[in-house]
């Protein structure tokens, strides 16, 4: 079994930054990639940014040029930089993690972003 267990996130102002980080633990095999998600209240729960094995990285158009993923892989952690928060990044956002074989994702319980003044 796989843990994902997430920290950061909080209240910043409009403008501001944030980092958010999770780290994985259990039993993980075949790993295709590590990334973030989030949902915002009413909203579908949406891809921020993604990291692949080989280094290959994925960002939602929203995020690009202002946050940056990035992965230790001696410690299984993946961290989300955030910069130039806007209020409509407020979102809770969640860890996730995929393997190949068997095909599944693993996600982490959440961790709340809010934007405001």
Not at 13 to 27: D, K, M, N, V, Y
Not at 63 to 79: E, L
Not at 82 to 108: F, I
Request: hydrophobic share 30%.
């Amino acid at each position: 079994q796989v843990q994902l267990v997430e920290s950061g996130g909080g209240l910043v102002q409009p403008g501001g930054s944030l980092g958010l980080s999770c780290a994985a633990s259990g039993s993980i095999f075949s790993l295709n990639h590590m990334g973030w998600y989030r949902q915002a209240p009413g909203k579908q729960r949406e891809l921020v940014a993604v990291i692949f094995v080989n280094g290959h990285t994925n960002y939602a158009d929203s995020v690009k040029g202002r946050f940056t993923i990035s992965r230790d892989n001696a410690k299984n952690t993946v961290y989300l930089q955030m910069n130039s928060l806007k209020p409509e990044d407020t979102a809770v956002y969640y860890c996730n993690l995929q393997v190949r074989h068997p095909p599944r994702d693993y996600w982490g319980q959440g961790t709340q972003v809010t934007v405001s003044s």
